[in-house]
């Protein structure tokens, strides 16, 4: 296929990662000599460490003095608040050890993971300094080895999240389950909705608003667009009814096999801290096998769907990078 077939927002975002797409493909589906980046190498890694290990210092070495006067009661109730936000700065530290060592094939989603890190903690401080609920689960393990929850505001504690595999086979059985139809009005789109709210996540349809936090990626053009997911919002999946083709698309079964590819993204984000995973292919073609595997996405309309970006047609090698990823593995060295 003549590179002039391609679609131009993907050509654009191949050729800022440093690929020319004559030569990105091997004949079996894997990327040549294939980019890897190392989230610690970063920049935006650096800042976030720096800023996170100033707020545990400040927090952790303060007077007993100046650290009632942060307490939002003076109680035993408001000593474990506070020591719940300790406990969340010393699990951000030991979290950000942990994805240092992580590696991706998209550098700029290593910069939207760091300042979304960078947000949330600045957020959370300021309901701590105003005595809010922080929405975290916390934990203490006292002398005689009991472990308790801690009080960490005015609400329920939330659930801590479940292993990945309980969250595969979860998101595998609810998937499925959604009944595929066109509705009442001539679309797939409600179909979608169900898609979405199945797994607990929510669409938006102000497609724009992903510019807001996910704005380094060239694969974002309005007009080609139909679905998006960022890391920095990982309960959303976005939606372009702007899109150039959005009236064949949602009346045709390609939009709910879109959707399902928008959720393999949610999912390998979730299993491996990224969504492009250094596994020697494409991201888009690892998604794809992912969706058609695991959520029964169908083959040939995904791969039709691909035509103008050959980089996301699925093959045996995206197929086993898929497979990897749901048993846990995520970089190249688990092959």
Partial sequence: MDTDDYDQSALEDLRARGYEPEDYLNDDGTVKDQKIYRFSEADSYTQYKQLLEGKSSEYNSKSPDDAIKLLPEL???GVEYYGAW???????????EASGERTTTDPNEIDI????????LNELEQKFLHGEDLGIHATLRDSEGNVRDLYTGAFDLKSSQPDIPTLTADWEQRIK?????MGSDGTYLAAGEQLIASVGLSPTYDF???YDHCSGSTRLADETTLGAFCSATPNLIYINQNSRN????VTGSY???AVKHELAHAMIYRICGTTAPALRVDHEALTN??????????????????????????TDASDTAAQLVHDGHCSISAD
Avoid at 177 to 181: D, E, K, W
Avoid at 246 to 249: E, L
């Fill in 86 to 96: 300790l406990k969340y700065l010393l699990t951000a530290e030991q979290e950000l």
């Fill in 246 to 249: 959005w009236t064949y698309d």
């Fill in 208 to 210: 724009k608003s992903v």
């Fill in 255 to 257: 939009y709910p096999n």
């Fill in 113 to 120: 993971y760091y300042n979304a890190q960078t947000t949330a």
């Fill in 289 to 314: 096998s992912y969706a058609t595997l695991y959520f029964g996405a169908e083959r040939d309309v995904l791969n039709s769907g691909a035509q103008n970006a050959p980089w996301y047609t699925m």
């Fill in 75 to 77: 109680s035993d109730r």
């Fill in 177 to 181: 389950a959604v009944p595929i139809a």
